[in-house]
T-cell receptor, first 118, second 114 residues
Framework: GAVVSQHPSRVICKSGTSVKIECRSL??????MFWYRQFPKQSLMLMAT?????????EQGVEKDKFLINHASLTLSTLTVTSAHPEDSSFYIC??????????????FGAGSRLTVL | GENVEQHPSTLSVQEGDSAVIKCTYS??????FPWYKQELGKRPQLIID?????GEKKDQRIAVTLNKTAKHFSLHITETQPEDSAVYFC?????????????FGSGTRLQVQP
């Protein structure tokens, strides 16, 4: 259980365009999902907390108008990188809380989306 | 919010040797400490976790120890194998998100030499 699907896995876009990344919980309902960003050889940095039916909560230094988050259902959260620039190139990973094999709550990650902005 | 520090940043061991990675955290109320393994270009995978009501947990060649007084926890890998080579991250609940999200350590790149 607790499977999270993320799409697309890789995307290349031109500078100035927008890119949408989807994160789906496949076998459980996720009222809360989290979006992380990981630059090469660095750690995962929390960008925002996505709440179903309400506005996302952004971490300090993350521009909410640039990284639009929508969590319209209990199984889907989307991250849209607007007007992308080369410095936005990164590995974006979503995660959601779900029940692990032991029955305890665990944080499950999507496979990640590698964004390259030309 | 929670501050998690991880050492060392890189670790190279011979196959069969043990590897130890250490993390410290700042929020004394934190009660859940997972360890993730991330292979190149892939998602982090949970390999073991510990809750604050126990001091040690073991799963085959992997063990985690927790010292709540000192606010540090460690990952121990015994009889290392080349397939253990990866980046390992410790994490602790992020206080600012009501401890629902995780704050990650900076990562340790483990290289197991055959």
């Amino acid at each position: 259980g607790a499977v999270v699907s993320q799409h697309p896995s890789r995307v290349i876009c031109k500078s100035g365009t927008s890119v949408k990344i989807e994160c789906r919980s496949l076998d459980f309902q996720a009222t809360t999902m989290f979006w992380y960003r990981q630059f090469p050889k660095q750690s995962l940095m929390l960008m925002a907390t996505s709440n179903e039916g309400s506005k996302a909560t952004y971490e300090q230094g993350v521009e909410k108008d640039k990284f639009l988050i929508n969590h319209a259902s209990l199984t889907l959260s989307t991250l849209t990188v607007t007007s992308a620039h080369p410095e936005d190139s990164s590995f974006y990973i979503c995660s959601a809380s779900g029940q692990g094999v032991s029955g305890a709550n665990v944080l499950t990650f999507g496979a990640g989306s590698r964004l390259t902005v030309l | 919010g929670e501050n998690v520090e991880q050492h060392p940043s890189t670790l190279s061991v011979q196959e069969g040797d043990s590897a130890v990675i250490k993390c410290t955290y700042s929020d004394s109320a934190s009660n859940y400490f997972p360890w993730y393994k991330q292979e190149l270009g892939k998602r982090p995978q949970l390999i073991i976790d510990i809750r604050s009501n126990v001091g040690e947990k073991k799963d085959q060649r992997i063990a985690v120890t927790l010292n709540k007084t000192a606010k540090h926890f460690s990952l121990h890998i015994t009889e290392t194998q080349p397939e253990d080579s990866a980046v390992y991250f410790c994490a602790a609940p992020n206080l600012d998100t009501g401890r629902r999200a995780l704050t990650f350590g900076s990562g340790t790149r483990l290289q197991v030499q055959p």
